[in-house]
């Protein structure tokens, strides 16, 4: 039984009847739009026609001048740039984006990924003298340097200037003061000085605007949107809100990524079975995504940016089925990490206002997947630590209302070092220092979530009547996408239906049928197996679901696919 709270906007049927007679739609579409607070022409019309195009002139962003001219003279006296990226997507595809783009433009440009087990995240003082030996006298990074402020320093001292393209949180302490230029939206001096509009990019997203004022300056025959593909990858895996700026630039992506122009993204979409399906945020995030990772979790990322770069049609397809293979061996890793994280918090004797666990056993490369597992599952804040000797690498996840990142910092002094931003996090803690930290994040999360703030939450658009369910719908509610954090796919709920049927497939997922009104509707509830009682024929029930479209044999129809269920009793309707 469900014991998620349903949050259903209340439909304004005046307002509703205004947007759907000024943009062509249905007052069922238009009634999404108003729950999501876009009541506004301008405001509406934006969001079905996302732009990738900046309000903005990137050159004009604070630092961005100084970034460029040093760039330029690094090309004027064929000076080498090394980019220095992070080993999950964002970085991955921010540091292939950039390296391709200082090449067409003619700068010498190599690249390195930190060895997440040996090197550990971000621009290290213990790095800077491998990077001296690579000839480099210029180093850009890609989302991360924002709290490298000692490896600036060593830089500096070597003379090596330091550019920094970053988007996580800016530590307490403030960004380093050595760089010579730093590229971040959220720095004091950026507020409404000229960051476009959706100043939550990605890491690979603030590369984008470094690359297109480069391109601007410098030429080399780049179009901007030939980079979009790798903003998409890197914006969607980031799971960066889909607002703003950022849902014309993975829009725009999606399509790019769809067209298999680049070889090495193509080969990844072949390798992961994409091939036959359209390119949604859904494919990056579950399919795509996790391959790219893959390589930085429990391979090399290297293998990642080789792919990303790679130009030979053979070769992309043997990188791409390298990462596909270690893709599952993370996921081999991923299911015993959860198995046993769940074990662990269910012998506790009551649940933890944040679950913190340690083991010997679990790669510290992919516990992050394993901690946003377990917070979905117990809707807790969860911090999974791999251990060894005395110490410990840490990965948390946060839940919706929970801010990750303000809870870490007021545990800064059981910490070593952390980092991150709202939704997840990294942290090095000493052994001896868990428990109190485990207890101090409990209170914390408590604190800020209050008797309820446990509770899982539905957010739903609004009811929907069995008469407004039509392919019309499905197709406007196509023209909402993309879909992911910050706009998520549309929820509605159908009330009072009658199940009619249901059979179970592959033991795991429930197909049904139900009667509402004069209309029978089929659906599709996955991995609801466990729960398919709920569905027994006959029960009446309220459906929350989203509107999708099932293709097979070359017919469409309507489908709905569940969400949650809430039983009203048994009982033919009346």
């Known amino acids: 039984m469900s014991d998620r709270i349903w949050i259903v906007s209340e439909p304004r049927p005046d307002l509703e009847r205004e947007i759907a007679r000024d943009?062509?739609?249905?007052?069922?579409a238009a009634r999404i739009l108003v729950s999501r607070g876009l009541t506004e022409r301008?405001?509406?019309?934006?969001?079905?026609?996302?732009s990738a195009e900046p309000e903005d002139d990137p050159s004009a962003l604070p630092g961005m001048a100084a970034a460029v001219d040093r760039l330029a003279r690094a090309k004027a006296g064929a000076e080498t740039v090394l980019v220095f990226g992070d080993y999950d997507v964002d970085g991955v595809t921010g540091t292939a984006l950039l390296v391709s783009v200082f090449r067409a433009v003619g700068i010498n440009a190599v690249w390195r990924i930190p060895d997440r087990l040996g090197e550990g995240y971000g621009l290290q003082a213990s790095s800077i003298e491998a990077i001296r030996k690579t000839g480099a006298s210029v180093v850009v990074t890609v989302d991360n340097g924002i709290g490298a402020a000692e490896a600036v320093t060593a830089a500096a001292g070597l003379g090596i200037d330091v550019i920094v393209?970053?988007?996580?949180?800016?530590?307490?302490?403030?960004?380093?003061?050595?760089?010579?230029?730093?590229?971040?939206?959220?720095?004091?001096?950026?507020?409404?000085?000229?960051?476009?509009?959706?100043?939550?990019?990605?890491?690979?997203?603030?590369?984008?605007?470094?690359?297109?004022a480069l391109i601007d300056r410098l030429g080399g025959g780049l179009p901007h949107d030939s980079l979009l593909d790798l903003v998409a990858l890197g914006t969607v895996?980031?799971?960066?809100?889909?607002?703003?700026?950022?849902?014309?630039?993975?829009?725009?992506?999606?399509?790019?990524?769809?067209?298999?122009?680049?070889?090495?993204?193509?080969?990844?979409?072949?390798?992961?079975?994409?091939?036959?399906?359209?390119?949604?945020?859904?494919?990056?995030?579950?399919?795509?995504?996790?391959?790219?990772?893959?390589?930085?979790?429990?391979?090399?990322?290297?293998?990642?940016?080789?792919?990303?770069?790679?130009?030979?049609?053979?070769?992309?397809?043997?990188?791409?089925?390298?990462?596909?293979?270690?893709?599952?061996?993370?996921?081999?890793?991923?299911?015993?990490i959860v198995g046993d994280a769940v074990g662990m918090v269910e012998k506790l004797s009551?649940?933890?206002?944040?679950?913190?666990?340690?083991?010997?056993?679990?790669?510290?490369?992919?516990?992050?997947?394993?901690?946003a597992r377990v917070a979905e599952r117990f809707h807790r804040p969860t911090l999974l630590i791999s251990l060894s000797n005395d110490a410990g690498k840490g990965s948390a996840r946060s839940i919706p209302g929970f801010d990750l990142y303000a809870a870490l910092c007021e545990c800064d002094g059981l910490l070593e070092k952390f980092g991150g931003h709202r939704y997840a996090a990294g942290v090095t803690v000493r052994t001896e220092r868990i428990p109190e930290l485990a207890g101090r994040l409990s209170e914390i999360a408590s604190r800020e979530m209050g008797e309820d703030g446990f509770r899982p939450r539905l957010k739903i658009d609004g009811p929907l009547s069995a008469d407004e369910i039509s392919m019309n719908f499905a197709e406007e509610i196509e023209r909402f996408a993309p879909f992911g954090v910050?706009?998520?796919?549309?929820?509605?709920?159908?009330?009072?239906?009658?199940?009619?049927?249901?059979?179970?497939?592959?033991?795991?997922?429930?197909?049904?049928?139900?009667?509402?009104?004069s209309r029978r509707l089929g659906g599709i509830a996955w991995k609801f197996a466990p729960r398919a009682a709920e569905l027994a024929r006959g029960a009446r029930v309220d459906l929350a679901f989203t509107c999708g479209i099932n293709e097979w044999n070359g017919s469409r129809s309507v489908q709905l696919e569940l969400k949650d269920v809430k039983s009203r009793g048994v009982g033919n309707k009346d």
């Open 237 to 336: 895996a980031d799971m960066a809100p889909l607002t703003g700026w950022n849902r014309g630039l993975v829009r725009q992506g999606l399509a790019r990524i769809g067209s298999g122009d680049r070889l090495g993204v193509r080969a990844l979409v072949k390798a992961a079975g994409c091939d036959r399906r359209p390119i949604t945020a859904g494919v990056v995030g579950f399919y795509l995504g996790p391959r790219i990772n893959a390589g930085g979790r429990v391979g090399t990322a290297g293998t990642s940016v080789e792919l990303l770069l790679e130009e030979d049609e053979a070769e992309a397809a043997a990188l791409a089925g390298v990462l596909d293979g270690l893709n599952r061996e993370r996921q081999a890793m991923e299911e015993e």
């Open 486 to 517: 910050g706009n998520p796919e549309p929820v509605l709920v159908l009330r009072n239906a009658v199940v009619l049927s249901t059979s179970v497939l592959k033991e795991k997922h429930v197909k049904f049928w139900v009667e509402a009104g």
């Open 42 to 50: 301008a405001g509406i019309a934006e969001f079905l026609t996302p």
């Open 350 to 371: 009551e649940l933890p206002g944040a679950i913190v666990l340690g083991s010997e056993e679990w790669h510290p490369g992919v516990i992050g997947i394993g901690a």
């Open 165 to 212: 393209t970053d988007h996580h949180e800016i530590p307490r302490a403030g960004p380093p003061a050595g760089a010579f230029a730093i590229l971040h939206p959220s720095l004091p001096e950026s507020a409404g000085g000229g960051w476009p509009r959706g100043s939550t990019l990605a890491g690979v997203g603030v590369a984008y605007v470094l690359a297109r």
């Open 23 to 28: 943009h062509g739609l249905s007052r069922a």
